[in-house]
């Protein structure tokens, strides 16, 4: 929450790209990072390289975070 803060007290944050995206503390923490400070999330890596940046799908993330299969 504090780098966002600072980023965008710095520039125009227009949205949220985050990476290493691999487990629910992180995920809670996007939620929350969206909502509080309003900007989308672009995208999301859930690994190591470039070839794990996805473009963000709000309802699969949340089915995913919540365990919930389609």
């Not at 965008?8 to 929350?32: F, I, Q, R």
Request: charged content about 20%.
């Amino acid at each position: 929450f504090s780098q966002l803060e600072t980023f965008k007290e710095m520039v125009n944050v227009t949205g949220l790209v985050v990476t290493k995206l691999d487990g629910s503390a992180k995920g809670g923490v996007l939620v929350g990072l969206a909502d509080q400070f309003g900007v989308p999330v672009h995208a999301i890596g859930v690994g190591e390289s470039i070839e794990d940046l996805q473009p963000f799908k709000a309802q699969e993330y949340a089915r995913s975070l919540m365990g919930v299969a389609e």
